[in-house]
Nanobody, 129 residues
């Protein structure tokens, strides 16, 4: 069982940066792939980024949707059970509720949200033009 709590959302202007944080509680944090999804009203929850951890190479692998690649950076701090999403060059199309999620598998960027086991409550990000 994993509990996830997001923080760091808010209202910013286009071009600004924002960092989201996700605190995870539970055991074996390094065995989980950590995801960020986002959702706007009337649309499906969409994949934003994911970070896995290899206990063989002792390193992280990251994955991004095309819409955020080059602007967003996902990272994890295994010592603190934390995941971050650094969002730069924000634009109004990034406005959404952002959700932290966890699963012991990486399913790919097209993963439907129902496939993911654990979710946070979400944090609102609003980017004004």
């Amino acid at each position: 069982q994993v509990q996830l709590v997001e923080s760091g959302g808010g209202l910013v202007q286009a071009g600004d940066s924002l960092r989201l944080s996700c605190a995870a509680s539970g055991r074996a944090f390094t065995t989980y792939v950590m995801y960020w999804f986002r959702q706007v009203p009337g649309k499906e929850r969409e994949f934003v980024a994911a970070v896995s951890w290899s206990t063989i190479t002792w390193s992280a692998s990251t994955y991004y949707s095309d819409s955020v690649k080059g602007r967003f950076t996902i990272s994890r701090d295994n010592a603190k059970n934390m995941v971050y999403l650094q969002m730069n060059s924000l634009n109004p199309e990034d406005t959404a509720v952002y959700y932290c999620a966890a699963d012991q598998k990486y399913y790919g960027m097209g993963v439907p949200s129902y496939q993911i086991d654990y979710w946070g409550q979400g944090t609102q990000v609003t980017v004004s033009s």
